[in-house]
């Protein structure tokens, strides 16, 4: 469900109730179908995805802390890595040269040092790049 940006919440009737307030005018209604999904989410067991994910950022983890100033993730499925020069939008022209695709972080951040690297792809993407970025660096 990455991007449906479907959620909830629970806590004190007085904090909830100013925040379905807000919400009405703040947001449009989530479909039926997101929904009926997220209902079926809430009992669907995720362990395999968990430590697919956790196998995925040991792995560009790894294979960038050597070359570049980065923090292992401990939640979602990016990576921020600080660039060599400091000047991520440049660093983004290049590695799309090489065809690879990662965000500057200046999307993300006042930190034009950084890019958001996604490690939701294939083991064989993320290892090619790692050979890019290392070659980067």
């Known amino acids: 469900m990455t991007g449906w940006r479907l959620g909830y919440v629970a806590g004190p009737k007085e904090i909830i109730d100013s925040m379905v307030t807000m919400q009405q005018y703040v947001f449009s209604s ?3 179908v997101a929904q009926k999904a997220a209902l079926s989410a809430l009992d669907y067991n995720t362990d395999a995805l968990i430590e697919a994910y956790r196998k ?4 560009v983890y790894e294979g960038l802390k050597d070359k570049y100033n980065v923090m292992k993730p401990r939640g979602a499925y990016y990576i921020f890595p600080e660039v060599p020069g ?3 939008d440049t660093f983004v022209e290049e590695a799309l040269r090489r065809k690879l695709f990662i965000i500057p972080g200046s999307v993300f951040s006042s930190r034009k ?4 690297i996604s490690f939701a792809a294939k083991e064989s993407s993320i290892m090619a790049g790692i050979e890019i970025l290392r070659s980067m660096a």
């Open 86 to 88: 400091g000047e991520g």
């Open 56 to 59: 995925k950022r040991d792995l």
């Open 30 to 32: 989530v479909n039926s």
């Open 113 to 116: 040092s950084h890019v958001r």
